[in-house]
Structure formats: structure tokens, C-alpha cells
């Protein structure tokens, strides 16, 4: 038998589908000793449901709806308003109906009710849906009651509804919607409590907003508030509005807004003792209900009625370091150029192979440096660190340090500050200038990840996960091995040395810049070379292109084999992948499909550079990028010589500058070296994971993803899965993936925001980092996903963050634009050896720059200036730019 009503204080709040997120709220709050909820029932989804199947015409309007695009308006809305008149023009079925008017008569149907909807994807904790669907105040009578019911029915498909959800990824097909009806409250004051700050996430700040009356007005924005913000029993802001209006009830229902007496309007709606009471009264719910809280109250008689709460959706989770006191905590994906969200088996491997203890939060890593900021001598060392990193994490550390006593003095010093990949940034241990140190380091790493290779081919169960858990640590080790970390530290030196002794001796800027072009090794800058040769093998064989335009990933190779020319060109591309296979975007993540296992990924730019270059680009670019820094270093040299002490200067600038270009290029190879043992891994693991799926253990190969690596350990162990966590797991990674990582962000809650703090920038400029010299301006191509890179020679690549899987791109572009970032990061190293401007660090230049607008990026100066739009000039280059 279908249940079509349920008391409030009935309901099982973990029953989403029967009653929607808002009852379901309801019902939580009617457990909490001290919360009022007005009374009231709930229309289930059983109801809804038989509506629907009453008008047989939804289902094939919601199939319709189902295939739309969330761009499609047009379509969202003549969809919508199809649903909503098929829904809104019937009756209530019978059964559905009697129960509502049963209900109805036990509470009072002469009363005056709020009705309310209460949708299967509102209220959650990974999307609030607020104010998506309709609400109605005052509703008195039966017929009035039942209309509403309809009214909040058909709003589930309104065309706002419907195009926030396909937004969200949500199935119009599998949402469902009850209805609250409770008795109203004859509020004398109304509002809403966040019990953390919904603009910078503080979880010890709360804010009220009161209104008169209902708080209809002030809800939807047509009415000033009061507003107050708390911090543990304190109000600490208050802002007294002045109140023209009151939302109240009218008789025979409804609603009106009244003109309040003139000495009322300035007149503060909530007395201190109110306020404070609101403040503990949300401190109780959102320690019953687990997380911070968006309530809806009202006030009558003094007494608090709670009539909703919701989930804050857009708080960032805080990492627990599992440390007293307050702290601060850094964005490792910022310095890390990969910004998305990770899989648990993707954070493990990376925390395992860090050098520094990293918390996760929101799929990504975070370190805590507070130790180091705590002592003056290395957080002098921190903030000179993030200044050359990332000029946006150093501002805002600097601010939280401006606030007294949040990170106290330590009376002993901390160590050294390390950055966020784990490294000591203490003195590198003296190195000598020979270009034989770095080919031997690179001949090490190379036989280091053919003996992980060969040790773990033949292993299989625990031995496997061991050997691999065991060989985590030698990787961690050699990340950290004086050698390695003094040929990095070498490049970035002299490049620092070079720019501030040319800066002091000849008034130059960003000198480096240019000496780093066509630097040797560099297995970035190489790979983008490298895969313009492919191109060259495919270009003279139409049918291949004509296969790679079509071609998808199942049975790639095979198809490749069949037009004229394809075993030449799948030579070729085969042997890239031999070499550069390993990579794919956000590489870090061990979880990520790799170039060879999905070489679909590369074609868009493979087929770029068959129509944008002509034979020989790259041997052509490699040769003008060397030809560059040699000239430049003449250049710098001879206006060297011609200062006082000129011989002298000259000579330790050639010193540096040798040293530059011995060991600039090595910069790239550790992260290329750390992937490639990354990429072992990953197959061991993968065919692991095959094994236990054939074992019916696994109910799919991924499931391996959501488990760290101790996890899968005990698994492969037992042969025990969770497999409630894995979904569970699922779910948090889609919802994660949905989150805008912090830079900084403290452990309050708090996401602190830097500043560039320049008066130097045109008007109207988007500040950013001056990463590799020059001024170009070109068409913006603002991507998010290197499959979608169809880009075109003079274009200005925009992108949230480069990790090297983008290289490849780079040999086409005009210049650079990134939102995270820094001096040493893989976008900007390459960008130098490939001779490009690019700026960096520039806040949400996905959001601010236009796909195709005109820009100017200006790579010395350190920003980027939107542009009229239009065409290039008519004597620009159409073709190989190299």
C-alpha cells in the first residue's frame, strides 16, 4: 500500500526519495531538543508519482527533455512550460487526494498553512538547490491547499529549475518532488542564520538577516534586513537597515505588503538577546546535523521557529591536521599546476611519495605550514618562497599574519620551509657546472624505473601492493637526493642571479627569459618537438588524417593499420608513445587514463599540427629558439663589457649563464621521472585490479581508484570490499569535482584571498605573474581540456592551469594565460624554452576572458588587457609559425 502523507515527526530523514530534501531536513530537526518546527505532514513522491502516470504524454516530454543541452534555453523553456501546464491543468488523483484531505482535517483545515516543495535533489549536502522550486505563505482552505500542492509540482519544472540541474549533471527523469505543508507561524519577525560565513567560509563567524513580518519580502531581495555577524557569542558587525515594508498575512489567505509606522523603520527588528539566542540555537543544529547550516526562522511571541534548514553547499571542507591551534593551510595543486579534484587512490600515492605530511580536503592537498610561520627566522624563508612562487598565496599568508595572535610566536625555531612538492628549499649542497651531471641523472632515473619494472612484472596479490608500497619510498628518497635536488635548484639560481645582476648592471628585465630558449634536456619542451615530427610522418598520407578524424579509442590501432600509409604513421606515433606514453592531463593522479592507454586524447593537437606546420617545424623551431639565447648572450655580454669593471662582469655573467643552460632544462625531468614510476604503478595496479574484478571482488576495474593504497592492500588481503564505502566514495569525487580549490585557506574555514596590490596596470587589466617575457596579442582560446584544443597559429592559449601534458599545444600558440602558477611552474619553464609571453596566476581568467576575444598578454610587465575584438592583421603569419 502506497503512503501519500507522513507526519513530519514520522518521517525517516534518510528517505530522500519518499519526501525530498526539505521535509527530510524537517524531520532532522523535529529530533533536536530545543528546536520548534511547526506542524505539519508531507505530500510523498508516491503522490507525484501517480499524478505523473495519470498523463501518459510526461513521460515521452521528459525523455525530450532529458537529451537537452544546458545551454539549449529555448528548448528548456518550451519544454518546462509543456510539463508545468500538463501537471498544474489535472486533478489530484483520487487516493493521493484522500489522504491529503484526512491529514488536513486532523490538523485544522480552517488553518492557515505554508506550502512548500521539497524536491529528491533540493536540501542535499552537495547542492542546496535554494529557491529553485516555488513556495506559498498563507494558504487557507482545502481547494487552496490542493491547488498549491499542483502549483509546487509543476514547479519542479520550471525553466530555472530544469536549467540548474542539467547544469548539475542531474537526470530530469529521476528527480521527484514532495510537498511540505505546515501550519504558519504568525511571525512578528522573520530571517535566515548561516552558521559559517557564506562568502569566506569562516565556520566561527555566523550571520543573521532579520525583516518584519513573514520575511517574504526580504528573502526574495525586495526588502532591506538587519544584518549581524557573531563570532562565539559575540556581535561583532551590525548593520541596522531602514524598513519601509512588512510581509503579512491576509485574511482568507495570501500575503500583502504593509507600510510599517515611521518610528518602527529604523528601529532594529531583533533585540541583542534574540540575536544571541539565534546564534546558539544554530550552534545546536549544526552540531546534531553534522555540518554548517543555511536556516530559514521566524519569530512569534519570542519564541524561535525554525521552518528550514539546508546544508552551506559552497563552504570548502577544512584539512585536519590533527593539530591543537589554530593554522593555515597551502594549496599543493596550486603548485602543482593541477587544480582538479583527485581520487583517493591518486591522493595516497601522492601523499606516500611527498616529502612533507600534505591533508586532504575537497580531493586535494594541503600542507600546513604554520610551524614555519611561526618562527620569525623561517617565515622570513616562507613568505620569500611564496613570493617567487606564487605572489597570491604570499599576500594572503601575509594577511593571516597581520591578524594578532592567530599564529602566535614559537619561542624556538622551526626548520626550514619546504614548498609544497615536499623538497627542502634549504642550501643545495655545491654542484660543479658539467653538463655529464646531468645526462648521468637522467641515465640513473632511467634504470631506476626499469628495475621497478622488471621487480614488479612478475608479482601479483599483497607481494604486488608490498613491492610497490616498498618502492614508494626509494622514489621518495631520490626526489629528495642531494644531487637531484642541487641540478634543480642550480637552474633556478642562476636564472635568479642573471635576472637581478642584469636587472642592477644594464637596467634589464626578465633576461633569463630568452638565455633558457632551446635549453638541452628539457623533456617537456622535447616531447612538444618530438610530436611535430609525428606530424610530419602522418601529413603526407590523406587517409590517415581523414581515419584520426574519426577514429576512437577501441580499436585504435587496429584501424590505424588500414588506410594507405597507416603503419608508417603508427610507427611513428607508437614511438612517441614509447617515450611520452606515461603523460596525460592531471598526471599526478595515478587514477588518470595515459596517452597510450586513450591516444584519442592527443589527435585534436596531432591534427593541428598536420594542418598549421610545414615539414621540418621542429628541427626549424629548435634551431631559432638556440640561435635566440646565443644571441641574446652576446648581446648581454658585449653591453657587459663596455661598463666600469665591464671584464670582469662579463665573466661572471658567462659563468652564470653556462650554468643556466646546463641545468635549466633538467628543471622538467624529475616530475617526468616521478610519472614515469607513476605509470608502473598503474599498470601492476590495473591488471591487479582485473584479477580481483574476474574474482568477483571488484564489480569494476575503477573501483580500485576509490581506495588508497593501504586500503587496496587489506583488500587484495581479504578479499573484503566495502562496497557502500566505494559508492559513497563515487559520490564525494562527482561532488568534489564541483569545488573551486583555495589557495589558502585556514583551519576556521576561513579562504583567504591575495591581492596583487599593483598600481601599475592599465585600466582595466587582469593582474597576473610575469612568468616569460614579451608582448603579444592574438585571439584568446579559452580551454579547460586539452581534447579540446583545435587551436590556430597566434592564438593565446587561457586555461585554468598547464600541467606538461599540454606542451604539445605550446608549439602552436602566441602566448600563455593561466590561473595558477608560478616562477618555476611547468607552464612557465616551458614557455621560456619555447620563447613565449605568458602570465600566470591570473584569478578566474577562464571566467573573465571570452573565447575569442582580442587580448594582449604582456609577459614582462605581468598582465593581460582585453582587447576590441578583431580579425588579425592581414600581414599575419597563416601558417608554421617556427
Excluded at 169 to 189: H, N, T
Excluded at 241 to 270: H, I, M, S, W
Excluded at 321 to 335: K, P
Excluded at 618 to 639: T, V, Y
Aim: glycine share 8%.
Amino acid at each position: 500500500m502506497q503512503t501519500y502523507v507522513l507526519r513530519l515527526e514520522d518521517i525517516d530523514p534518510a528517505r530522500i526519495d519518499q519526501v525530498g530534501g526539505k521535509a527530510a531536513s524537517l524531520a532532522a530537526l523535529t529530533r533536536i531538543d530545543g528546536v520548534r518546527v511547526p506542524d505539519g505532514f508531507c505530500v510523498t513522491t508516491a503522490a507525484f508519482a501517480e499524478a505523473l502516470a495519470a498523463r501518459p504524454a510526461i513521460g515521452a516530454a521528459l525523455e525530450r527533455l532529458a537529451a537537452l543541452e544546458p545551454a539549449d534555453r529555448e528548448g528548456i523553456r518550451a519544454a518546462g512550460a509543456a510539463l508545468r501546464d500538463r501537471i498544474a491543468g489535472g486533478p489530484i488523483p483520487d487516493a493521493p487526494r484522500a489522504a491529503i484531505l484526512a491529514m488536513l482535517d486532523r490538523l485544522g483545515p480552517g488553518e492557515a498553512y505554508a506550502v512548500r516543495s521539497s524536491a529528491t535533489a533540493e536540501d542535499l549536502p552537495a547542492a542546496a538547490f535554494a529557491g529553485q522550486q516555488d513556495s506559498f505563505l498563507n494558504v487557507v482552505g482545502a481547494p487552496a491547499i490542493l491547488e498549491r500542492i499542483r502549483a509546487c509540482w509543476a514547479s519542479l519544472f520550471s525553466e530555472r529549475a530544469l536549467a540548474y540541474r542539467l547544469r548539475q549533471g542531474i537526470d530530469p527523469r529521476r528527480v521527484a518532488m514532495a510537498v511540505v505543508v505546515q501550519r504558519l507561524v504568525a511571525a512578528e519577525a522573520a530571517g535566515t542564520l548561516f552558521t559559517a560565513d557564506p562568502l569566506n567560509g569562516n565556520r566561527k563567524l555566523s550571520s543573521i538577516e532579520a525583516g518584519y513580518g513573514l520575511g517574504e519580502a526580504m528573502l526574495s531581495g525586495q526588502a532591506p534586513a538587519d544584518r549581524y555577524r557573531l563570532r562565539e557569542g559575540r556581535i561583532v558587525e551590525r548593520s541596522i537597515a531602514r524598513k519601509a515594508l512588512a510581509t503579512r498575512a491576509r485574511a482568507g489567505g495570501g500575503t500583502a505588503q504593509v507600510a510599517l509606522a515611521p518610528e518602527r523603520r529604523d528601529r532594529a527588528v531583533l533585540s541583542d538577546a534574540q540575536v544571541l539566542r539565534l546564534e546558539r540555537l544554530g550552534r545546536r543544529i549544526e552540531a546534531q546535523l553534522g555540518r554548517p547550516q543555511d536556516i530559514e526562522w521566524c519569530l512569534a511571541d519570542d519564541a524561535i521557529h525554525v521552518v528550514q534548514s539546508r546544508p552551506i553547499t559552497t563552504l570548502y571542507p577544512i584539512p585536519d591536521a590533527g593539530a591543537e591551534g589554530n593554522r593555515v593551510f597551502i594549496s599543493v595543486g596550486h603548485q602543482q599546476m593541477m587544480t582538479d579534484a583527485m581520487k583517493p587512490l591518486g591522493l595516497s600515492l601522492f601523499q606516500l611519495t611527498a616529502g612533507r605530511p600534505m591533508y586532504e580536503a575537497g580531493g586535494r592537498l594541503f600542507v600546513d605550514p604554520t610551524p614555519e610561520l611561526s618562527a620569525p627566522a623561517s617565515r622570513a624563508a616562507m613568505l620569500a618562497l611564496m613570493g617567487r612562487s606564487d605572489p597570491l598565496i604570499q599576500d594572503a599568508i601575509a594577511t593571516v599574519l597581520a591578524r594578532e595572535g592567530f599564529i602566535p610566536t614559537a619561542t624556538a625555531e622551526a626548520p626550514a620551509p619546504h614548498p609544497a612538492s615536499g623538497g627542502s628549499i634549504g642550501a643545495p649542497a655545491p654542484i660543479d657546472d658539467d653538463p655529464a651531471i646531468v645526462v648521468d641523472l637522467i641515465q640513473g632515473s632511467q634504470a631506476a624505473i626499469e628495475a621497478t619494472r622488471t621487480r614488479l612484472e612478475p608479482l601479483s596479490g599483497v607481494a604486488l601492493l608490498d613491492a610497490i608500497l616498498e618502492d614508494v619510498q626509494v622514489l621518495r628518497q631520490g626526489i629528495s637526493e642531494p644531487r637531484n635536488v642541487s641540478a634543480v635548484m642550480a637552474g633556478i639560481n642562476a636564472a635568479a642571479w642573471i635576472n637581478a645582476h642584469m636587472r642592477d648592471w644594464l637596467g634589464e628585465t626578465n633576461a633569463a627569459d630568452a638565455l633558457s630558449q632551446a635549453a638541452p634536456n628539457n623533456i617537456s619542451a622535447r616531447m612538444g618537438l618530438d610530436l611535430l615530427d609525428v606530424a610530419d610522418a602522418i601529413r603526407p598520407h590523406p587517409e590517415v588524417v581523414a581515419y584520426l578524424r574519426r577514429a576512437e579509442d577501441a580499436g585504435f590501432w587496429e584501424g590505424l593499420t588500414r588506410p594507405a600509409g597507416g603503419s608508417a604513421a603508427g610507427a611513428a606515433l607508437r614511438a612517441f608513445l614509447d617515450r611520452y606514453g606515461m603523460r596525460c592531463p592531471g598526471e599526478i593522479d595515478v587514477t588518470r587514463p595515459r596517452w597510450s592507454e586513450r591516444p584519442t586524447l592527443l589527435v585534436p593537437t596531432l591534427l593541428g599540427h598536420v594542418e598549421g606546420f610545414e615539414p621540418g617545424a621542429a628541427a626549424r623551431r629548435q634551431a631559432q629558439g638556440l640561435r635566440a639565447a646565443e644571441a641574446k648572450a652576446e648581446s648581454l655580454l658585449a653591453r657587459l663589457r663596455a661598463l666600469p669593471e665591464g671584464a670582469e662582469k662579463a665573466d661572471a655573467a658567462g659563468v652564470m649563464i653556462h650554468r643556466l643552460r646546463t641545468f635549466i632544462g633538467y628543471r622538467e625531468y624529475p616530475k617526468y621521472a616521478i610519472v614515469c614510476r607513476y605509470f608502473v604503478y598503474r599498470q601492476a595496479l590495473l591488471a591487479e585490479a582485473e584479477r580481483l574484478r574476474r574474482a568477483g571482488i571488484l564489480a569494476e576495474r575503477s573501483d580500485i581508484d576509490y581506495l588508497t593504497l593501504p586500503e587496496l592492500r587489506e583488500l587484495v588481503r581479504t578479499g573484503a570490499l566495502d562496497a557502500d564505502q566505494i559508492r559513497q566514495r563515487r559520490a564525494a569525487h562527482a561532488a568534489n569535482r564541483k569545488l573551486r580549490p583555495p589557495r589558502v585557506i585556514t583551519s576556521e574555514g576561513e579562504v583567504v584571498e591575495g591581492a596583487y596590490r599593483r598600481a601599475d596596470l592599465p585600466a582595466g587589466a587582469l593582474a597576473g605573474l610575469a612568468v616569460s617575457a614579451g608582448r603579444v596579442e592574438g585571439r584568446a582560446r579559452v580551454l579547460h581540456d586539452m581534447s579540446e584544443a583545435e587551436l590556430s597559429a597566434g592564438d593565446i592559449l587561457v586555461t585554468p592551469f598547464t600541467d606538461p601534458s599540454w606542451t604539445p599545444v605550446f608549439v602552436t600558440v602566441a602566448g600563455l594565460v593561466t590561473e595558477v602558477g608560478g616562477l618555476m611552474t611547468h607552464g612557465a619553464v616551458v614557455a621560456r624554452e619555447y620563447g613565449l609571453p605568458a602570465v600566470v596566476g591570473v584569478e578566474r581568467a577562464t571566467e573573465r576572458i571570452r573565447d575569442g576575444q582580442w587580448i594582449r598578454v604582456d609577459g614582462s610587465a605581468g598582465y593581460v588587457e582585453l582587447l576590441a575584438e578583431r580579425p588579425p592583421r592581414a600581414d599575419a603569419p597563416d601558417d608554421d609559425p617556427s
